[in-house]
């Protein structure tokens, strides 16, 4: 029946286009779609019109490859990477194809917006009025003139997620600055992965990410890193896999984690520990690597008679060390260090001693070896803490600044900008610098170590301490939906005047009053110098590829154009940045005196070739001796006090097995985390205080592949093959061993609810007997509520529901960094 | 006329389904027709179990099955065209038979209940006799083999891209995407893989890199009982499709 109605389709189909055959170039009617339509072709193997290539940046993670976009009649129909940028090399990873996608999406705003009904909530529709950008400039500049005239400047706040350069981002310090508020902006980072920085602070002095040299490393520990999942720059990561993989000798990979994935899937070995835990194995495997003579002699130096006294709990003469370029290996020992053997860590983690032996031995034994982590161990209150007995594995193997080491990232030669903003400043600007704390009170005493804490911010203005904001204006950041215990932030932006600049809707949209869309990043004029990547200095620049769709244009305009509306001379400052492309044009100038090795000099040539960049890495240490390189070679030798200056930036000038970062504040950390304070210092075992108090399961949310930003959970493509590994091809699901299921009565594929101590969501069950018992995995991505007609279809935005709300706001009292997986919950059918 | 090829090497494949997007966008392909997919296996149980993946495109069989079965000659192999199994889409009845006989499953129906709702045909509705029409779609279509946005009622297939590989320089032994001079010609699911997993090359040449890795590492047919004879050979641990397991219901 089917068949032959398929048929008859066909047929009467084949009359209907007749000898002309097919022309298959219409495209759906999009209202506001200014671009060329296609013309009509006979059925035939011809190409349509002429294709353009443009130079352009993903968007959908931070790692920022270089992609060209192909243009065919005003639309864009094709992603690849770009093989002239050093980080895609011509590939690129599962999301950037999507791009074409993200320019298309029919959910997208189509213009400026005023929300009309007074009213915000979940269910209250905004309401939304179109209105023309000037209208829209004018009504937010007036209301922060007002603030301005009151003496309130500084309850108007910035929020930002992916800041990409100068351009954007990079406006904010001014704002802050001539505006007179402290909260311009509150950065995402301590939302994000700030624990390993802060490690890394703590003991190389880096307040930074790594860069990796993973092609000519041999060994790799990685710890909770989503390697080949979520990890950065996932793109030149696989690359680099693919190479480590197949070189000669073959790279030995051991993965630490706490649920099975592809990255473990894919290594030599695996050890699954318990949530919370990596810093335990980090130090038994430290604790081997002294025990057993394993440690990098000529990096870390060496027991002046050559003979090794690391025996197990025992302590040794602190003279009888003679350290090179580390600080405090025998007090580490002796306070810590001791007593951390493979067999104390298999009572804590456990993972069976033999095995943390065997990676021990491994990773002692061949060079260049690193370890690497991101969020899995440092999203814990004890985070810092495992960050630092991971990282200091990294200093024992000898691999800082080395050769198939870690090192960190260089910036970009750019000019200055069109003005100075210190020339701009008024009375108000005077009178308000450094009166108020910020909204998120990070850089105070109430945190200490940390530069932004965004998931204090909603909880802050709730309680109307240290004041409350009246007005905020978010830049690619959703923490209504994202930020730990998210509903917090439904309250504070029912009360505040809200402005939300996303391309698309969202739950911030929903609470805004206005909206102004930015361009999707194939529109965009916009530079990017590089994440942490190779070290190497780079910077990138999105290329329009077409004139924007609808009536959008980038963020950094905005910013421009509402401070032109400023009075005063803060006006006046803006008048002289005038444009994105201006400021652009002006900072390439730097590039004329320092030329990129692809011939890029100046603005015109940044836009043909889309990046820039300077190979080599200035510098290297080999065999516990630190080059500089001299323009041929690494061949000048660095002193004492050079190496401190450039690279390690510590008090010592060494790695610090004992810090001097932390012993600044060691009363503090005394009093959050009850670490007497002659210990801060050490790389340590800190139980890690999991919120839910007794429940039983250990609940960590992982981001895969696909998560692109924030926007996969309105992808149709993206949401097909979110989740491979269980069939997740229409939503994410709740991944359980099936014993802790079976234990609950719950079936393959039943809705659950989890509990925690804030409330519940609902998910489905898929069995994955690769897990620990006691613990549930649901990737991160849906449960959004106003993200678009496919983030809600299918019952995407109830189950699995958002993971953010049973997410307690606590956060790791040193690097702040919110603790995504630490909570502890209750499962039950539903 | 070359015999084109492939070769995945699974010891260097990270699973991250980058060849699958590529293909999707390339092609036009709606959620869930991906002719290029990536399925997931997972056996034993924790602390020792594991988890497998296998890359999958259409095998472009020498002796391909969907061509014996097809009732109106709309699926062939073309031999002028490098062995590539194609779908004339002016043929097609949609009758299926192809996609019952496959034995990899790689040919798709899309004109059914969508996998993700709301159903983008519907979204994008079909103009000039397609099933839908997505405003990115590419400016390749050729329906005599099944290149472009398919028409209702008929099923679709991986062309190997056939669209690009077509307009590459006769003789050439392999289609690196790392040559510039060759990239634009290279199937999208190889041209992206970002550890390289994936090479493509002339099967008749022996001097090709294509036969120099399947000689080398020992490169196998997926499912060589059948007879099928693949022109997708696989390299490395794993390169087998696991026994079907019905999911658990206790």
Redesign the interface.
């Known amino acids: 029946m089917?068949?032959l109605?398929?048929?008859m389709?066909?047929r009467r189909?084949?009359q209907?286009?007749g000898a002309a055959?097919?022309?298959?170039?219409?495209?759906?009617k999009?209202v506001g779609?200014t671009a060329a339509t296609?013309t009509?072709?006979t059925?035939?193997?011809?190409?349509?019109?002429q294709?353009r290539v443009t130079k352009n940046i993903c968007h959908q993670c931070p790692a920022r490859c270089g992609i060209n976009v192909y243009t065919?009649?005003g639309?864009?129909?094709?992603?690849?990477?770009d093989?002239g940028n050093p980080i895609a090399n011509?590939?690129?990873?599962?999301?950037?194809?999507?791009g074409?996608?993200f320019?298309?999406d029919?959910d997208r705003f189509k213009g400026p917006m005023r929300r009309t009904n007074p009213r915000k909530g979940r269910n209250e529709d905004p309401g939304w009025e179109p209105i023309t950008w000037e209208q829209a400039y004018d009504e937010i500049a007036g209301r922060i003139n007002e603030l301005r005239k009151n003496g309130e400047s500084h309850k108007f706040a910035h929020f930002y997620g992916r800041g990409w350069g100068p351009s954007d981002a990079g406006l904010y310090g001014a704002w802050g600055q001539l505006i007179g508020t402290p909260n311009s902006a509150i950065g995402h980072a301590s939302m994000c992965a700030e624990g390993s920085k802060r490690a890394k602070a703590a003991t190389d002095g880096n307040n930074s990410y790594n860069a990796y040299d993973y092609r000519n490393t041999n060994c790799m520990l990685i710890f909770g890193a989503g390697f080949?999942e979520a990890f950065r720059p996932?793109?030149?990561i696989?690359?680099d896999?693919?190479?480590m993989?197949?070189k000669s000798p073959k790279t030995r990979v051991t993965t630490i984690d706490v649920r099975?994935?592809?990255t473990?899937?894919?290594s030599d070995r695996y050890l699954?520990t318990k949530p919370g835990t990596d810093g335990a194995i980090a130090l038994a495997i430290a604790h081997l690597m002294l025990t057993e003579g394993l440690w990098e002699k000529d990096f870390v130096g060496d027991f002046r008679d050559g003979r090794n006294r690391f025996r197990a709990g025992q302590t040794v003469r602190a003279f009888e060390f003679e350290e090179k370029w580390t600080h405090g290996l025998v007090d580490w020992w002796n306070n810590e260090l001791k007593d951390r053997t493979p067999s104390w860590a298999e009572s804590v983690t456990g993972v069976p001693a033999r095995e943390i032996i065997e990676v021990a031995r491994e990773f002692g034994t061949t060079r260049p070896a690193m370890a690497i982590m991101e969020r899995g161990p440092t999203a814990h209150t004890n985070g810092v803490y495992n960050g630092m007995a991971i990282h200091a594995l990294n200093a024992l193997s000898g691999c800082m600044f080395a050769k198939g080491g870690l090192f960190y990232q260089m910036g970009p030669s750019y000019g200055p900008g069109p003005a100075n903003p210190a020339d701009y400043m008024d009375d108000i600007a005077n009178e308000m610098r450094g009166k108020y704390p910020r909204i998120d009170m990070a850089r105070t005493e109430r945190w200490p170590f940390t530069a932004h804490m965004m998931q204090e911010s909603a909880r802050n203005h709730n309680a109307g301490d240290p004041y409350k904001l009246k007005m905020a204006m978010f830049f690619s950041t959703n923490p209504i939906w994202t930020a730990p215990d998210a509903p917090e932030w439904e309250k504070m932006l029912s009360e505040i005047f809200v402005i939300d600049t996303s391309p698309f809707p969202g739950e911030t949209a929903m609470f805004a009053d206005i909206v102004l869309p930015e361009s999707t990043y194939l529109e965009r004029l916009q530079d990017s110098p590089t994440y942490p990547f190779e070290g190497w200095p780079m910077t990138a620049l999105r290329v329009p590829a077409i004139d924007p769709i609808y009536d959008t244009t980038e963020f950094g305009n905005m910013m421009i154009e509402i401070g032109k509306r400023i009075e005063g001379p803060t006006g006046e400052y803006y008048r002289r940045i005038d444009s994105v492309e201006n400021l652009l044009r002006h900072i390439a100038r730097g590039f004329a005196d320092n030329p990129g090795d692809n011939g890029v000099n100046d603005f015109e040539s940044w836009k043909e070739k889309g990046v820039w960049y300077r190979k080599p890495y200035h510098w290297r240490q080999h065999r516990g001796v630190f080059y500089e390189w001299d323009g041929e070679g690494y061949n000048r030798v660095m002193s004492e006090e050079e190496v401190k200056e450039k690279l390690i930036k510590t008090a010592s000038g060494k790695f610090e097995f004992k810090s001097s970062h932390l012993e600044g504040h060691a009363d503090y950390i005394q009093r959050e985390l009850g670490i007497p304070s002659a210990r801060v210092g050490y790389p340590q075992w800190v139980e890690p205080k999991h919120t839910g108090g007794n429940r039983p399961l250990h609940f960590v949310t992982p981001k895969t592949?696909?998560t692109a930003e924030g926007r996969s959970g309105n992808i149709?493509?993206?949401?097909?093959?979110q989740q491979?590994?269980?069939g997740g091809?229409?939503r994410t699901y709740l991944e359980v061993?099936?014993q802790t299921a079976?234990d609950r009565g719950i079936?393959?594929?039943d809705r659950v609810r989890i509990r925690s101590d804030l409330g519940t969501i609902e998910a489905y069950v898929r069995?994955?007997?690769?897990?620990?018992?006691d613990t549930i995995v649901l990737p991160y991505e849906h449960g959004h509520w106003a993200q678009g007609?496919?983030a809600t279809?299918?019952g995407r935005d109830r189950t699995p529901g958002n993971p953010n709300e049973i997410t307690a706001n606590v956060s790791d009292p040193i690097s702040g960094l919110a603790c995504y997986y630490t909570g502890k919950v209750d499962l039950e059918r539903a | 006329m070359a015999k084109w090829g492939m070769v995945i090497d699974l010891d260097k494949c990270t699973g991250c389904q980058a060849c699958t997007t590529a293909c999707g966008m390339e092609n036009n392909t709606l959620p869930g027709e991906n002719w290029q997919d990536v399925l997931f296996y997972s056996e034993g149980e924790y602390p020792s179990g594991q988890m497998k993946w296998l890359p999958r495109p259409c095998m472009q069989c020498e002796d391909p099955s969907c061509v014996h079965v097809c009732p109106t000659r709309a699926t062939y192999k073309d031999m002028n065209a490098g062995g590539i199994v194609f779908v004339d889409w002016n043929k097609c009845i949609g009758c299926k038979y192809c996609m019952i006989a496959c034995p990899y499953g790689v040919r798709f129906y899309a004109d059914e209940k969508p996998l993700v709702e709301p159903d983008l045909k519907n979204i994008f509705p079909g103009e000039n006799g397609q099933l839908w029409s997505p405003p990115y779609q590419g400016p390749d279509e050729d329906w005599r083999r099944g290149i472009g946005v398919q028409p209702k009622g008929v099923v679709s297939k991986c062309t190997f891209c056939y669209h690009r590989v077509s307009k590459a320089p006769e003789g050439v032994a392999d289609l690196d995407e790392d040559d510039p001079e060759l990239v634009e010609f290279v199937p999208a699911c190889v041209r992206t893989c970002p550890p390289k997993a994936r090479y493509f090359g002339d099967l008749d040449n022996p001097q090709s890199n294509v036969n120099r890795l399947i000689g080398n590492k020992r490169g196998v047919r997926l499912r060589d009982e059948t007879g099928n004879r693949p022109q997708v050979y696989y390299l490395g641990a794993g390169a087998g499709v696991p026994a079907f397991q019905r999911r658990e219901r206790s």
């Open positions: 089917n068949v109605k398929a048929l389709t066909r189909f084949l209907v286009s055959g097919v022309a298959g170039a219409g495209a759906a999009l779609f296609s009509p072709k059925a035939g193997a011809q190409a349509r019109g294709t065919t009649n639309r864009v129909h094709a992603i690849y990477g093989p011509g590939k690129l990873c599962p999301k950037g194809h999507l074409t996608y320019l298309y029919p080949l996932y793109n030149k696989m690359q896999w693919g190479h993989r197949s099975m994935n592809p473990m899937a894919a699954m592949p696909l149709p493509h993206a949401i097909a093959i491979p590994i269980v091809n229409d061993h099936p079976r079936r393959d594929g069995f994955v007997p690769q897990h620990r018992p007609r496919w279809g299918q």
